[in-house]
Nanobody
């Protein structure tokens, strides 16, 4: 199993970024996928989950209305479109297989998002 996160970077407040998570080594289309982040000096924070069967989406209140999770099962890739970014979104973002209820079995290496003027 391999998850490769990418797309992070430095962006000004109010800006946008799109993160990608390229998956391999398992049946991506049958797997719930999740984004989790860790801000400097803080613990892990669940951001968003997308289901396998119908691509239903779920968001933390802190990102609802600003972030959009999606998946392309033909490309074995998950995305996180992040708009209206705030300084408090600064964190290391990880993709992971699973959900908060089933547990996260595999993780990407993380991609850094820094929101600063």
């Amino acid at each position: 199993v391999q998850l490769v996160d990418s797309g992070g970077g430095l962006v000004q407040p109010g800006g946008s970024l799109r993160l990608s998570c390229a998956a391999s080594g398992f049946t991506f289309s049958n797997t719930y996928m999740t984004w989790v982040r860790q801000a400097p000096g803080k613990g892990l924070e669940w951001v968003s989950t997308i289901t396998s069967e119908d691509s239903s989406t779920f968001y933390a209140d802190s990102v609802k209305g600003r972030f959009t999770i999606s998946r392309d099962n033909n490309k074995n890739t998950m995305y996180l479109q992040m708009n209206s970014l705030k300084s408090e979104d600064t964190a290391l973002y990880y993709c992971a297989t699973g959900s908060s209820s089933s547990g996260y079995n595999f993780w990407g290496q993380g991609t850094q998002v820094t929101v600063s003027s």
